[in-house]
Every structure is written in structure tokens, then in C-alpha cells.
């Protein structure tokens, strides 16, 4: 249900956003629960009586527009946001909140990320180290629990999958669990093997958390349209089936030119391979994280 919203942004500078119109928009998930898109990773607000919660909060040069996309849904301060990895699409508000008193927490390989220069070689970027101040304030190994505006809400890390510092946050009294980049909607996911992600480890990360769903599950991708089980379902099969063939063309041998020609992904390429990666260029990212 979109109740509302386009947040037109105008005119950004000094960013890839530059020169761009850019608009937020928000969907109610459940009565507390809020997903906002666009400019960046899917972000999902939490309100309740003890303060705002973000999962994420998208790429530097929109805060302000994030800023005001909150408070038109629940103005209040924002007490913490949870980072689901260090990319710079879903922790580019850190370093302006937390000098709000915001409290930043994710995973302790998103700040020890954050702390180094990260080459992305699947997309050819370079990121510089983060500011002290962009860097999460509060991190954690395994998992923790929440107990926070009348919900249980469960975060574990998931080990090797799109990074090495991914986390799933699953809102399970509401029965809501945002993915992070661990699940793409209806488009093909990157996986940062330059970050430590491997495509075995997105497969085993999807199965953990299918483990928590049912029928009526809400599921936030980082990018996409919100999904549901059978839309996880419908994105294992597809990586478990690309998976299996990247893997056994180049155990015979085949370079990644030869593997490519092959055209593995075929049958998922209508589906998966129209909105950003092309067929060529996740095929190379499966080759490279196997
Ligand atoms: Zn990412």
C-alpha cells in the first residue's frame, strides 16, 4: 500500500547524484513499520514509544531529503540506525546524524570496512576511507536482539554473502525482516567479492533466512520492490541454478569469456537482467566470488 509521497529533490552537487532529480517515497509495511526508496539502499523506519529506529539510511548526498521523508512520516528524534553493511548506498547519512547524537550500529566488519580504502573491482570503484565520525559507534559479532518500540527485533550477521559484513534484521514480532544486499528483487545482485562476499554464501544467507518466514512475510530487499517468501523462493532458485553452472563450466576448465558465451543465466535473463547488472556482468561476478 503507497500512501503517499515523492519527495522531489532538486538539484544535487559534488556527488554521482549530481544534475539528477531525485526522489524518496515511502510505503506503510505494517502500522509502525515504514519502507522509504529511492537514491540508494531500501531503508525501513521503526516508530514507537522509544524513539526512531532506521535500518540504513542511503547515500550521502540525499540526508536531507531522508531527514525530512522521516519526519513527514513521525517527526521525533531519530535514536539509532542499524547499518546492514558499510556501502556507501546504505551508511551515507552516518557521519550527519551521529553528529545529531543519533547511534550507529552494525556489524564490527562494516566499521573495520569503513576504517580502509575499499576497491569494489566488480564495479571498478574506489571508496576512501569513512570520517571517525560516519563509523559505527556500537558493533557486534554474531547477533543481538532488540527490544524496542514493543518489537523483537532479531540481528544476525550471515557471514560470506553479498560482503563480509552483512547483517539480517528481522522485526519478528511484526514478522518483517529487511535483507540488505543479501537479497535484490528482481534484478540481478552484486556480489563485492573485493569485500569478502561469495555467491555460496548469498544461497546459505537466503536458506537462513527463509527459516524465518511464512505466507504473510514482509521482505525488504536493498534494492527492489518489497517482496514476499515466494519472491526469495523465486531468487534462490535462480542463484542455486546459476550457481551450479557458472561453477561447472569453469571446473572444466572454461575461461570466463567461454563461460560467459555459454549463456548460463538464459532462462533467468528476462526476469533478472533488464533493471541494472546485465547477463555478462553477473556471470562474472558469480565466476569471480566461486
Ligand atoms: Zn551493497
Avoid: C
Avoid at 531525485?22 to 515504514?34: D, G
Avoid at 511484526?174 to 569478502?196: A, K, R
Amino acid at each position: 500500500m503507497r500512501l503517499f509521497s515523492l519527495v522531489l529533490i532538486g538539484f544535487l552537487s559534488g556527488t554521482a547524484l549530481a544534475q539528477r532529480e531525485v526522489r524518496l517515497s515511502y510505503t506503510q509495511v505494517t502500522p509502525n513499520l515504514f519502507m522509504i526508496e529511492g537514491a540508494g539502499g531500501n531503508m525501513l523506519l521503526s516508530r514507537g514509544k522509544d524513539g526512531l529506529f532506521l535500518v540504513d539510511d542511503k547515500v550521502a548526498g540525499v540526508t536531507e531529503k531522508v531527514r525530512e521523508t522521516v519526519k513527514a512520516i513521525e517527526p521525533g528524534e531519530i535514536k539509532f540506525i542499524f547499518n546492514t553493511h558499510w556501502h556507501h548506498d546504505h551508511t551515507g547519512g552516518n557521519a550527519a546524524f551521529r553528529n545529531e547524537g543519533t547511534l550507529t550500529v552494525a556489524h564490527r566488519n562494516v566499521r573495520e570496512r569503513m576504517t580502509k580504502k575499499n576497491e569494489v573491482h566488480a564495479l571498478n570503484r574506489t571508496h576512501e576511507p569513512s570520517p571517525e565520525e560516519a563509523l559505527p559507534v556500537i558493533t557486534f559479532t554474531r547477533e543481538m536482539v532488540w527490544h524496542y518500540n514493543d518489537e523483537e527485533i532479531h540481528v544476525y550477521h550471515v557471514g560470506n554473502a553479498h560482503t563480509d559484513g552483512d547483517s539480517i534484521v528481522w522485526f519478528k514480532t511484526s514478522n518483517v525482516i529487511h535483507m540488505g544486499d543479501v537479497f535484490f528483487n528482481g534484478l540481478y545482485p552484486l556480489i563485492d567479492y573485493s569485500s569478502g562476499g561469495t555467491i555460496r554464501g548469498m544461497i546459505k544467507a537466503v536458506k537462513r533466512v527463509l527459516k524465518d518466514t511464512n505466507a504473510e512475510t514482509k521482505i525488504i530487499p536493498g534494492h527492489g520492490p518489497m517482496g514476499t517468501k515466494w519472491d526469495l523462493m523465486q531468487y534462490l532458485e535462480m542463484l542455486e541454478d546459476v550457481e551450479s553452472k557458472v561453477r561447472q563450466l569453469k571446473k572444466e576448465g572454461k575461461s570466463l569469456a567461454q563461460v560467459q558465451a555459454a549463456n548460463p543465466t538464459k532462462k533467468w535473463d528476462e526476469a533478472w537482467g533488464k533493471v541494472w547488472l546485465k547477463p555478462d556482468e553477473f556471470v562474472a561476478i558469480v565466476y569471480r566470488s566461486l
